[in-house]
């Protein structure tokens, strides 16, 4: 069952301040429960979301490494959401590939259940004062939506190069029995590699300054 967005996120939702980019920032369009036909204008059979795509470089390799699969993006920064959507439009990809400027916490209760075959969220959370900690993406609620978007057998892939943020994370997935872990030994949800042909900017650069990057993969049971 689909769920209301939480009041308090919205109140808390960064996309209230002002930008110059609000009038013309896409939004996802209306209605209840939005499914690929409402989201894209040639959806596809396999859809993915990425949650936070920024510059949105993982956005456009993985079109370019997938071309027949969908993708969304969900970025709450009015700015990048609009200039990464324009982008895609500009490279002829925008009838398959989306970028919408929302919050997710808003966002994900829009939409369908088992909408997603993938769901990646790179770098996560820049949100290191205390006062900004309901901001944060790890913890039960959002991750819970994550689950209820995400098809039977489909992944959610997060990747970090802060460890205080993978321990977040790990600790609200693994208390979500719809999830098991899916990661490069049995039983455990880490990954060494990103496996999917695409790489997000804060990906580039971790690797570039030789920082570790801590990789999480769960699949829905
Ligand atoms: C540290 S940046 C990482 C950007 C990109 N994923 C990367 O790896 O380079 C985190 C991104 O998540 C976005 N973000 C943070 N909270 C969000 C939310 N509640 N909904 C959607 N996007 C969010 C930020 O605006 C930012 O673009």
Redesign the pocket.
């Known amino acids: 069952m689909k769920s209301e967005p939480p009041q308090a996120a919205i109140a808390a939702?960064?996309l209230r301040g002002r930008s110059p980019y609000a009038a013309i920032a896409p939004r996802l369009p209306q209605g209840e429960t939005l499914t690929a036909a409402a989201l894209l204008a040639q959806p596809r059979a396999e859809l993915e979301l990425e949650?936070?795509?920024?510059?949105g470089?993982?956005l456009f390799e993985r079109a370019a490494a997938c071309p027949g699969v969908g993708l969304i993006g969900?970025?709450?920064?009015l700015k990048?959401a609009t200039l990464v959507d324009d982008r895609l439009k500009s490279e002829g990809l925008g009838d398959r590939c989306r970028v919408f400027a929302?919050?997710?916490?808003v966002a994900l209760p829009r939409f369908a259940d088992g909408l997603f075959r993938r769901i990646f969220i790179?770098?996560?959370?820049?949100w290191w004062k205390k006062r900004h900690a309901k901001?944060r993406?790890a913890s039960a609620e959002p991750m819970a939506e994550c689950v209820r978007v995400l098809a039977r057998g489909g992944e959610l892939f997060v990747q970090t190069d802060v460890e205080e943020a993978v321990t977040r994370y790990r600790g609200a997935l693994d208390t979500l029995e719809a999830l098991a872990p899916n990661g490069d030994t049995a039983g455990e949800p880490w990954l060494a590699h990103n496996p999917y042909n695409a790489r997000?900017?804060?990906?580039y650069r971790a690797m570039r300054d030789g920082l570790p990057i801590h990789r999480l993969r769960y699949v829905r049971r």
């Open positions: 939702s960064p949650i936070g795509p920024g510059r470089t993982f969900v970025e709450v920064r990048w929302e919050d997710m916490r790179h770098f996560p959370d820049p901001r993406l997000s900017p804060r990906e």
